[in-house]
């Protein structure tokens, strides 16, 4: 029996020694030392890797898990980071560390000094934003650390320092709602691509802005109102927005109505032609509204699946009144009084689905389906009073435009460095253009785009390369013109790091720009008796080639760009004009070469701690369309900005001298735009700014010249020199770490027809 004791004693305690268990605890963040929740903790056997317990952090980053082993191997996981392993013990906590994984697609990553928050691809850049810029809990306010990029956090926009409008895309994706709805914290990078793939190029982007986010999951919520005025009236906005959902379900909606009081410019002109000679001087004034609604359906079908369904109404009416007096030199003086009127009422209906399929192996595939319908009622009236005479002229248009799209993209990336990236375009456009004034024919105009690209990234040691190309086909029946041509799309860029700081970039282009439908319409729309303006049903796209040598140099929050950019185009699509029966008649053709090269330099720092920003820019170019001689331009444009504790302070200017046309130039006599913000932010999601958009004021001067015909036009804006605009927006953002994966997909492409 004491035996028997003895054994169970022994085995109990044998048990009760293979049964102890260990509690080992730990925390795990980001590189800027903020917590990532529910990254994936797995604890792993030292001896032979086997898989011993695991489980998930906390909101606050932090796991404690029960393990049968008192030193083991961790293996720390999250989607979008490199895995990290690491030793671990009871007893003593440790903090792990996860980095962002660089096998993104569509880019190749080179790695760079990460002490200045910069990795280098071959199309541009990926920056990291500082903890400064995530706790200002303003998305605008944290892109504005950015050095490509020009922000205003009141106004709520984002521009390239060139002034250009990039395409904002979250996680890839293409949006409607912006960054907005974002907390900066949910903010991983923000990649710059300066050089676009054959898949954006026929769609006129030629900048995008890529914000990738972290995982967020379970329920969220987000408000935004904002109102605008100008004092005294004269323009000014509501605009409400919405975002509720979950990890399967969400729901963005949009309501805005903007509204033009009283907007007036004053001008001079003088025409000369075979026979006569005019001067004449006036006013205009400008009154209209906007209205828009838009709601976005968002489901997460599954781990693999995604589905949006998107709707977006646009509502427009604007009105031109023109006053003022002349005097026509045609053998003997004519003094004269005129008034027009100009009315434009359109509205833009769309509806779009997008789906999305994500494999198992860095895979994507998506598609996106697109119809629009636009209406557009276009009028105007111009009348001339002599002091034996009353001359009346008008014209009445009634357009309509209904429009398809079918867009299919399939992406993949291997061994870290390689990236492919296929798809698709298909677009319909069905066009009738009504001038019931003159009771002419409906002038018809239908359009079939076929666009086939494949891209393809690599990379080799330090230097990285992007190569894409794509054919488009038109097939295009412009009233009795049938056209159909097919035209290709190159995109190479090539970029080389050097001592962390420095980077060099190539890039070539070759696209082609379509002709509008406002282009090929044949009709007058002009109610000037001595101007016809009407288009030319046979044009072509013009093919445009484009060069470019950049080198980029950055330290710390320090950030230089120097270019040279070479741009020529053939089969230009041109204005140009002749005298027909003593009347000038403004058209276009499709004959023109333009060359075109400049080269600038960029400046920007960052002050320390997120105190704000200073930027400039400055170039030179000179251009030649056809065989005339080279013209000059010179611009400049910068900036400065301020925070200090809940004011922010600044202002930005952009100066371009002279723009050109074949047959004319416009002087820029003022800022093209100068502006002056003061913003009070009561709390983080609660502020008002005081702003004035046009310091200078607003003038130009064209001169226009061909054979027989001379005219000028000089305009200026009044009163609008230090005039302010009040501006008031509130946030309201509950859980926003915790948002559906998919973010907002899809939106509206069609602009509607332009005359």
Not at 194 to 219: E, F, M, Q, S
Not at 508 to 523: C, H, I, R, V
Not at 673 to 694: E, K
Request: include cysteine; proline fraction near 3%; charge should be positive.
């Amino acid at each position: 029996m004491k035996r028997l004791l003895l054994f169970l004693s022994l085995a109990v305690l044998s048990l009760s020694v293979q049964a102890q268990s260990y509690i080992i605890k730990g925390k795990v963040v980001d590189e800027d030392d903020y917590p990532v929740s529910y990254a994936t903790v797995a604890l792993l056997s030292r001896t032979d890797s086997t898989h011993l317990a695991g489980g998930l952090t906390d909101e606050n980053g932090e796991y404690s898990i029960t393990c049968d082993s008192a030193r083991v191997i961790g293996r720390i996981s999250y989607i979008g980071m490199q895995t990290s392993y690491q030793s671990l013990e009871k007893g003593r906590p440790v903090t792990s560390i996860l980095r962002m994984d660089t096998r993104e697609l569509e880019e190749v990553v080179v790695e760079g000094d990460r002490t200045y928050r910069l990795k280098r691809t071959a199309t541009g850049e990926i920056y990291y934003l500082s903890k400064y810029a995530k706790n200002s809990k303003n998305p605008f306010v944290a892109l504005q650390e950015i050095p490509r990029l020009l922000v205003n956090p009141v106004l709520q926009s984002i521009k390239m320092q060139d002034g250009s409008s990039p395409l904002i895309l979250i996680d890839g994706r293409s949006v409607n709602s912006g960054v907005a709805p974002l907390d900066p914290k949910e903010i991983a990078s923000v990649e710059v691509v300066n050089v676009v793939d054959a898949r954006y190029l026929t769609d006129n982007t030629r900048r995008i802005v890529n914000v990738r986010l972290k995982r967020k999951r379970k329920p969220y919520q987000w408000y935004q109102l904002a109102t605008r005025h100008d004092i005294p009236i004269d323009k000014g906005f509501a605009v409400g927005y919405f975002e509720v959902g979950n990890t399967k379900l969400s729901l963005y909606g949009r309501a805005a109505l903007d509204y033009t009081h009283y907007d007036k410019s004053e001008w001079q002109s003088w025409q000369r032609g075979t026979g006569y000679y005019r001067e004449e001087e006036g006013h205009d004034r400008m009154k209209g509204s906007s209205k828009l609604g838009e709601l976005l359906l968002k489901w997460s079908i599954g781990d693999h699946d995604y589905m949006a369904v998107h709707g977006y109404g646009n509502w427009n009416d604007s009105r031109n009144n023109q006053g003022g007096s002349g005097n026509i030199e045609s053998g003997s003086n004519n003094r004269y009084a005129f008034s027009s009127l100009h009315n434009d009422k359109n509205y833009i209906l769309t509806s779009s689905l997008y789906y999305e399929h994500n494999f198992e192996k860095n895979a994507k595939f998506d598609a996106t389906l697109a119809y629009n319908y636009n209406d557009d009622r276009n009028d105007g009236e111009r009348e001339e009073n002599y002091q034996d005479n009353t001359y009346s002229y008008l014209f009445n248009y009634q357009n309509n435009r209904t429009s398809a799209m079918l867009k299919m993209n399939y992406s993949t990336s291997w061994n870290n460095v390689n990236s492919l990236n296929i798809g698709s375009s298909t677009k319909y456009f069905d066009d009738d253009i009504d001038k019931i004034s003159e009771h002419l024919p409906i002038f018809h105009h239908r359009r079939w785009v076929e666009y086939l690209y494949a891209s393809f990234s690599t990379q080799w040691k330090q230097l990285s390369f992007m190569s894409s190309a794509g054919m488009l086909g038109i097939w295009l029946k412009a009233g009795d013109a049938n056209n159909h041509y097919f035209k290709p799309y190159v995109s190479l860029s090539v970029n080389y790091p050097f001592k962390n700081n420095h980077s060099v970039n190539l890039s070539y282009q070759l696209d082609a720009n379509q002709p509008s439908a406002g282009e090929l319409n044949p009709y007058n729309t002009s109610t000037d008796p001595l101007v016809i303006n009407r288009g030319n049903p046979y044009l072509k796209p013009s093919t445009n080639h484009q060069l470019s040598a950049n080198y980029m140099f950055n330290y710390k929050n320090l950030n230089f760009l120097g270019s040279v950019n070479y741009s020529g185009r053939r089969n230009l699509i041109e204005s140009f004009g002749y005298e027909e029966d003593g009347v000038f008649v403004s058209t276009f053709k499709n004959v023109g070469k333009y060359n075109y090269f400049d080269f600038s330099g960029y400046i920007n720092y960052n002050f320390p701690k997120g105190r704000g920003r200073v930027y400039a820019s400055a170039g030179y170019g000179k251009s030649r369309f056809d065989e005339l001689s080279w013209k000059d331009n010179v611009w400049f444009n910068g900036g400065l900005w301020f925070y200090l504790k809940k004011w922010m302070i600044g202002g930005d200017i952009n100066y371009s001298r002279y723009s050109y046309s074949p047959i004319s130039r416009t002087h820029y006599i003022k800022p093209d735009y100068c502006q002056l913000q003061v913003n009070y932010n009561f709390t983080p999601n609660f502020y008002v700014a005081v702003l004035f958009p046009f310091v200078f004021g607003s003038e130009t001067e064209t001169e226009t010249e061909t054979a027989g015909y001379t005219a000028y036009n000089r305009q200026w804006r009044t009163g609008v020199t230090l005039r302010p605009s009040i501006l008031i927006r509130y946030t309201i953002r509950k859980n926003p770490k915790r948002k559906i994966r998919l973010d907002n997909v899809v939106t509206s492409d069609e602009q509607g027809i332009k005359l």
